[in-house]
């Protein structure tokens, strides 16, 4: 649960906890002390991962080391439960709608750790390799 706290990935970790204190700050009005939980998702042809949470979290995202041709899109739920029960669903983002994020090289991206997600089914012949990571208190 430490990827990140190894040598090679000593920059990258700097970079993102200044970008998840940022976030924080910008989402509470006194952010707590904060540590980074890291692990690897490499997925091979038919990988996925079911929808889930980090519950207990202050904060998750991941950044894509590799991103090969063929990737499925990282999927976010629409967590209101009356945009779920409602008779119009709209047309737009928040429309009752999942998320596509269509992932590429070095993309970085920060959610909420309520949020529901899912990444779908990897169809290329090279792994895609995702750190994962969520802030949690220190």
């Not at 669903?89 to 959610?111: C, E, M, T, W």
Request: glycine letters at 10%.
């Amino acid at each position: 649960m430490d990827v990140l706290g190894r040598g090679p990935f000593a920059e990258l970790r700097a970079l993102l906890t200044r970008a998840v204190r940022v976030a924080l700050e910008e989402i509470m009005s006194a952010p707590p002390e904060f540590k980074l939980q890291s692990w690897v998702n490499m997925h091979d042809k038919g990988g996925f991962n079911f929808p889930h949470m980090h519950e207990g979290c202050l904060i998750s995202g991941c950044f894509y080391l590799r991103v090969p041709e063929g990737s499925g899109g990282l999927m976010f739920r629409d967590p209101r439960p009356g945009a779920a029960n409602s008779r119009i669903k709209g047309r737009g983002a928040n429309a009752h709608r999942d998320i596509h994020l269509a992932p590429s090289d070095g993309l970085f991206v920060l959610f909420p750790s309520w949020l529901e997600h899912y990444v779908e089914p990897h169809r290329g012949d090279e792994a895609r390799i995702v750190i994962a990571f969520n802030a949690i208190d220190a």
